[in-house]
C-alpha cells in the first residue's frame, strides 16, 4: 500500500507565500508522476502543477509564473511553492502520485487534502 501525507497548508495574508508537501510511503518501486490539484466547493478539482519523473514540469495557466512544483526523488516527496498568492487560490490542495509499486503494480494514490485560505 502507499500512502500520501501532505502538509503546509493554511492562511496567509494576499502577496504572502506558503510551501506544501506531499510525501509518499509504502511499498514504491518508483513514482512515475506527482502533482498539486486544487478544489473548491462546488467546482471540479483542477490541476495546479505536475512533474513527471524526467522532471518537465506543466502549470495551469493561473499559476504561471507564481508557483514552482519540485520534487525530491530520494525522499519521495514533492513540493509546492506559492508565492504572490492571491484569494482566488484559496482550495483545498490535493496531492496526486502514479506509484510503481515494488509488486510492480501500477496505483494512483491522492492526498487528504490540505486547506490553503487566502486573505484579502
Known amino acids: 500500500q502507499v500512502q500520501l501525507v501532505e502538509s503546509g497548508g493554511g492562511l496567509v495574508q494576499a502577496g504572502g507565500s506558503l510551501r506544501l508537501s506531499c510525501a509518499a510511503s509504502?511499498?514504491?518501486?518508483?513514482?512515475?508522476?506527482m502533482g498539486w490539484y486544487r478544489q473548491t466547493p462546488g467546482k471540479q478539482r483542477e490541476l495546479v502543477a505536475h512533474?513527471?519523473?524526467?522532471?518537465?514540469?506543466n502549470y495551469a495557466d493561473s499559476v504561471k509564473g507564481r508557483f514552482t512544483i519540485s520534487r525530491d526523488n530520494a525522499k519521495n516527496t514533492v513540493y509546492l511553492q506559492m508565492n504572490s498568492l492571491k484569494p482566488e487560490d484559496t482550495a483545498v490542495y490535493y496531492c496526486?502520485?502514479?506509484?510503481?509499486?515494488?509488486?510492480?503494480?501500477?496505483?494512483?494514490?491522492w492526498g487528504q487534502g490540505t486547506q490553503v485560505t487566502v486573505a484579502s
Open positions: 509504502g511499498s514504491i518501486f518508483s513514482i512515475n508522476y
Open positions: 496526486n502520485a502514479e506509484v510503481v509499486l515494488t509488486s510492480r503494480s501500477i496505483v494512483v494514490r
Open positions: 512533474i513527471p519523473a524526467g522532471g518537465r514540469t
